[in-house]
Protein backbone atom coordinates (compact mmCIF):
# COMPACT_ATOMS: atom_id res chain seq x y z
CA UNK A 1 0.00 0.00 0.00
CA UNK A 2 1.19 3.72 -1.13
CA UNK A 3 0.39 6.61 1.13
CA UNK A 4 0.73 10.33 -0.22
CA UNK A 5 0.86 13.16 2.36
CA UNK A 6 0.36 16.67 1.20
CA UNK A 7 1.19 19.71 3.27
CA UNK A 8 1.98 23.40 2.94
CA UNK A 9 -1.36 24.89 1.72
CA UNK A 10 -3.25 28.24 2.49
CA UNK A 11 -4.05 31.56 2.38
CA UNK A 12 -1.61 33.95 1.23
CA UNK A 13 -1.86 37.27 -0.14
CA UNK A 14 -1.43 38.18 -3.88
CA UNK A 15 2.08 38.29 -4.50
CA UNK A 16 3.41 36.05 -1.79
CA UNK A 17 4.77 32.67 -1.87
CA UNK A 18 3.62 28.97 -0.29
CA UNK A 19 5.93 25.91 -0.28
CA UNK A 20 3.83 22.93 -0.70
CA UNK A 21 5.05 19.32 0.06
CA UNK A 22 4.36 15.99 -0.63
CA UNK A 23 5.93 12.97 0.88
CA UNK A 24 4.93 9.28 -0.73
CA UNK A 25 5.53 6.00 1.78
CA UNK A 26 5.01 2.51 1.64
CA UNK A 27 5.53 -0.48 -0.67
CA UNK A 28 7.72 1.62 -3.39
CA UNK A 29 9.75 -0.46 -5.67
CA UNK A 30 10.39 2.47 -8.35
CA UNK A 31 9.60 6.21 -9.08
CA UNK A 32 9.12 7.38 -12.89
CA UNK A 33 8.05 11.08 -12.17
CA UNK A 34 6.33 13.04 -9.18
CA UNK A 35 4.13 16.27 -9.51
CA UNK A 36 1.62 18.43 -8.93
CA UNK A 37 -1.84 18.96 -10.23
CA UNK A 38 -4.72 21.73 -9.60
CA UNK A 39 -8.52 21.90 -9.77
CA UNK A 40 -10.45 25.20 -9.34
CA UNK A 41 -14.25 25.29 -8.50
CA UNK A 42 -15.93 24.79 -11.84
CA UNK A 43 -12.37 23.68 -13.46
CA UNK A 44 -11.15 20.50 -14.63
CA UNK A 45 -8.06 19.22 -12.61
CA UNK A 46 -4.58 20.28 -15.02
CA UNK A 47 -1.15 19.48 -14.52
CA UNK A 48 1.24 22.27 -12.83
CA UNK A 49 4.48 20.57 -12.60
CA UNK A 50 5.92 17.75 -12.99
CA UNK A 51 9.67 16.42 -12.44
CA UNK A 52 11.48 13.52 -13.23
CA UNK A 53 12.45 10.74 -10.35
CA UNK A 54 16.63 11.83 -11.26
CA UNK A 55 15.69 15.50 -12.06
CA UNK A 56 16.54 15.70 -15.52
CA UNK A 57 13.54 17.12 -16.99
CA UNK A 58 11.01 19.25 -15.65
CA UNK A 59 7.26 20.42 -17.14
CA UNK A 60 5.40 23.46 -16.30
CA UNK A 61 2.08 24.72 -16.97
CA UNK A 62 2.86 27.99 -18.95
CA UNK A 63 0.67 29.60 -16.62
CA UNK A 64 3.21 29.08 -13.64
CA UNK A 65 6.50 28.96 -15.75
CA UNK A 66 8.12 31.23 -13.88
CA UNK A 67 6.31 31.73 -10.91
CA UNK A 68 6.75 27.91 -9.79
CA UNK A 69 9.63 25.44 -9.10
CA UNK A 70 9.07 21.90 -8.93
CA UNK A 71 11.76 19.69 -6.96
CA UNK A 72 12.12 16.46 -5.58
CA UNK A 73 14.40 14.51 -2.94
CA UNK A 74 14.89 10.89 -3.85
CA UNK A 75 15.88 9.67 -0.40
CA UNK A 76 13.10 10.52 1.37
CA UNK A 77 10.47 10.57 -1.33
CA UNK A 78 8.85 13.50 -1.29
CA UNK A 79 8.18 16.32 -4.06
CA UNK A 80 7.91 20.25 -3.34
CA UNK A 81 6.74 22.84 -4.95
CA UNK A 82 7.66 26.50 -4.28
CA UNK A 83 4.97 28.80 -5.21
CA UNK A 84 5.88 32.68 -5.57
CA UNK A 85 4.15 35.90 -6.93
CA UNK A 86 0.98 33.75 -6.88
CA UNK A 87 -2.19 35.09 -8.27
CA UNK A 88 -5.87 34.87 -7.07
CA UNK A 89 -6.51 32.75 -10.22
CA UNK A 90 -4.07 30.45 -8.65
CA UNK A 91 -6.51 29.52 -5.76
CA UNK A 92 -7.45 25.73 -6.22
CA UNK A 93 -7.25 22.18 -4.60
CA UNK A 94 -3.59 21.21 -5.37
CA UNK A 95 -2.88 17.52 -5.60
CA UNK A 96 0.47 15.74 -5.31
CA UNK A 97 0.33 13.28 -7.60
CA UNK A 98 3.32 10.27 -8.03
CA UNK A 99 3.42 7.55 -10.94
CA UNK A 100 5.34 4.32 -9.09
CA UNK A 101 5.82 0.75 -8.99
CA UNK A 102 4.75 -0.74 -6.18
CA UNK A 103 6.71 -4.21 -5.13
CA UNK A 104 4.28 -6.57 -5.97
CA UNK A 105 2.97 -4.79 -9.21
CA UNK A 106 4.42 -5.52 -12.62
CA UNK A 107 3.13 -1.78 -14.06
CA UNK A 108 3.08 1.46 -13.22
CA UNK A 109 0.53 3.51 -11.78
CA UNK A 110 -0.67 6.80 -10.40
CA UNK A 111 -1.04 7.65 -7.54
CA UNK A 112 -2.67 10.59 -5.86
CA UNK A 113 -2.27 12.86 -2.77
CA UNK A 114 -6.14 13.85 -0.57
CA UNK A 115 -5.39 17.65 -1.81
CA UNK A 116 -4.30 20.62 -0.24
CA UNK A 117 -6.22 23.72 -0.24
CA UNK A 118 -4.26 27.41 -1.52
CA UNK A 119 -6.15 30.60 -1.62
CA UNK A 120 -4.92 33.78 -3.11
CA UNK A 121 -7.09 36.66 -1.92
CA UNK A 122 -6.42 40.44 -0.20
Known amino acids: QVQLVESGGGLVQPGGSLRLSCAASGSIFDIDHLGWYRQAPGKEREMVAR????????KYADSVKGRFTVSRDNAKNTVDLQMNSLKPEDTALYYC???????????????WGQGTQVTVSS
Open 51 to 58: ITRDGTTT
Open 97 to 111: NVRLLERWRSYYDDY
